[in-house]
């Protein structure tokens, strides 16, 4: 039999990626967090941006335009919104538009659309859900939440991943995206975005594929 593995090729979804990889960022609610969101931000930069802009053309834009720290969100903050609470990590995929019932982008008129906020929760003190060492679940999670806000889905979803990777995350309400797209080709066992692999317990590194994807969308300038 051959051997059981899963086919994660990067799943994107195209309707999410930020134009001009300009992505600015806040947090709700940063107080009392100073080393964990500290964590987060540097995290997004060695990982996504590269400490010299050399992974991606990615660009999270903090208040006034600091690179870091990101700083406290205002009421008119439009870009990703990241909320602290003891809960399941989670981000909405990408940019995100106001749409309609059926999902469709509203066109308020010679095709322009209105932006929302991309909506993340970060968990920093894993009380509804261990996870240790702390640190390095922090910088995990966020750097694969950080991808979802960037359009990644996860390879679960993805039409080749295996029937068994499949069943095991069947009964899991997932964002399908709006209009997915294969970014790697090949097999991608290491992604960051695979659940049927234990990505939390392992030091933080996007994988090869991870890179193309990332790079695919966000080419470095
Ligand atoms: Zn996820």
Partial sequence: ???????PEAYVDQEGIWRGGIVPICWENPENYAQETAWVEESAILHIEG???????VRFVGKDNQRRPWGKCSDASNGI??????????SQVGQQWMRDASGAKIDYGAGK?????TRMVLNFTFGTFPCSPRENCIRIIAVHELLHALGFLHEQLHPNAPQWCKNRWANHKDVMGFKPVMATP????DSLM???EDIYNKPLKLSEGDVIALRRFYRPQ
Avoid: F, G, H
Avoid at 81 to 90: E, F, H, K, L, N
Avoid at 113 to 117: F, M
């Fill in 1 to 7: 039999m051959a051997q059981m593995k899963i086919t």
């Fill in 81 to 90: 919104r990241i909320t602290i609470a003891d809960q399941w990590p989670s």
């Fill in 51 to 57: 400490l010299n802009r050399e992974v991606s053309s």
């Fill in 194 to 196: 695979n659940y049927c």
């Fill in 186 to 189: 090949q097999y991608d066992q």
């Fill in 113 to 117: 659309y209105i932006q929302v906020p």
